[in-house]
């Protein structure tokens, strides 16, 4: 019996067919038994080798010779595209002057070869794979619990936007119950003052009575008339009652207010040994970015451009005093007759789609895209005067003012807005230094995709960044890195833009040159191709693309800079 038994059948002798087999014959390729081995070589042939069964087929088994069937190939003819071939052939005519090769030598060779390979196989790339199945089969386990936190996310955005809405509703009701009081008062006291002349006619009446009925003469003599002191009605009152205007609900506005679901993205990241699953890819950025369009305006002067309607239609304004709205192709949808003298200093879009604009005054004026009718403006606080401005992704309203009252001259006030209603006032640091410049040079300012407040200060040189609380994160006073010979003159931002990946891009006009920063304030290269002559405003409308004022010029120019 074999002492290690196992599962397989053992090897029995060739011969006997019973026997445990012990050796091997790497000559005539038989297993053999101990007993049978003296049989096997007793034929006195001398070419037999015997080996231990464990040490079997140390010697090579040839092909036979398509030529010579009797015959091993034990060479391959490289003259010949390496056909095997034997002894014989070897000193044929057919391969005269050929060159041979031991099949011996090429079969050590490729021995290694899979030795080599089957050892990087077992030891290196079959683990890998084991880890690459590990982790797929990890996310798939965790698929649902991810989903699952996300929906729990979009659910708890879902109950702060209803509270917003039910404070929206009780301050509205509250409102409506004091305009009511109010309205009760007024309706009271003209009741009031009928009541009371109504008494004093039924007072009149019977003194009237009194006289008709009395025969003295005097009372009736000295009467005066009372019809004409009660013949003068008072004015009828009419008291209305306000009314609710709903604003149209958009539902584009109302989705994009309420959060943006970044769709499912795959990628591979290439690997000899490696397979992973990355977080979602971002645009890159061009290394060349490239110049698509030039749209003409007609604006004697170019001020301020921005995207609004979710990037699809342009807005521009300039000395021409008015507004002009263009699609992304160029060209012009409507123009806008500002309701003022005043050029429009800085133009914005709100979340329901209605323009807002600047000038040189206390206020800020209000009309729509489509018709430009006004819907009124709005006031701001005695002695100052808005002059930059942003909407934010919760629809209220960024305002820098210059303050110019009494002992507050040339200050300079960052102010955060629901209408009229103040709600944050940003001016000082923590150690009570001012965030910003108190020049009078523009502070074009946007809000991140993340929330931070980014401001162009031009009078500071520097792009000053809040956070949502109005506290300073960090200032860019421009690129320190390797010095540009193109690039002498100091920084002095201008146009502020952000886009869908939280980079900041700002104006440098004086090095004919945009800026572009990460979210964190490092700096990531130029945009310093593409013509650009004092580059001013910016905006980043759909399809990844930068719309450019230029400054004292009438066009904006369309320039790609993302993948």
Known sequence: ??????????????????????????????????????????????????VPFKERRSTLTYPKCGTHPQKSSEFQCK??????????????????????????????????????????????ISPKYEEIAHDLINQLTNLDGEYEELTTEICKQGEQLHQQIDIII????????????????????????????QSAIKQTLLNMNEILKSTEVSPIIEYSSKVREFNKLPLKLKASKPAFIPKPINQEVLYDLFGQIIPLSTNTEE?????SLPKPSVGELL????????????HEKLHKIITCLNGEKLLTSGESGDIKCYNNQGLLINAIKTHSWYIPTDIAVDVYGDILYTTDSSRIFVTTVKTAQIKGPIFFELGSQPINMCVTSTGDL?????????????????????GSNLKQKIQFDDDGKPLFSRTRDMKYITENRNHDICVADSGAYSVVVLNQDGKLRWRYTGYTGIPSINKIKSFKPFGITTDSQSRILTADSDNHCIHILDQSGKFLRYIDNCDLKNPYSLCVGTGHILFVSECNQSHVKKIRYLR
Not at 16 to 26: L, Q
Not at 92 to 112: A, D, N, P, V
Not at 271 to 275: D, E, G, I, P, T
């Open 1 to 50: 019996m074999d002492p290690n038994p196992s599962a397989q059948d053992l090897h029995r002798c060739d011969l006997c067919e019973t026997a445990i087999v012990h050796s091997y014959c790497d000559f005539c390729h038989v297993n053999l038994c101990k007993l049978c081995v003296v049989d096997h070589i007793s034929d006195g042939y001398d070419k037999h080798k015997l």
């Open 79 to 124: 003259s010949c595209n390496n056909i095997l071939i034997c002894s014989s052939c070897i000193t044929s005519e057919q391969h005269r002057g050929h060159i041979f090769l031991e099949i011996s030598e090429e079969y050590k060779t490729m021995k290694k070869v899979i030795e080599k390979e089957t050892e990087e196989l077992e030891n290196r």
């Open 170 to 197: 009780n301050k509205m009701k509250t409102e409506i119950s004091e305009i009511k009081i109010n309205h009760r008062y007024i309706l009271q006291k003209q009741l009031d003052k009928i009541e009371q002349i």
């Open 271 to 275: 690997n000899v040994l490696k397979l």
């Open 287 to 298: 290394d060349e970015p490239e110049l698509v369009a030039t749209i003409e305006t007609g």
């Open 398 to 418: 960024l305002v820098f003012k210059y303050i110019t009252f009494l002992y507050m001259t040339n200050q300079c006030q960052l102010g955060r807005y629901s």
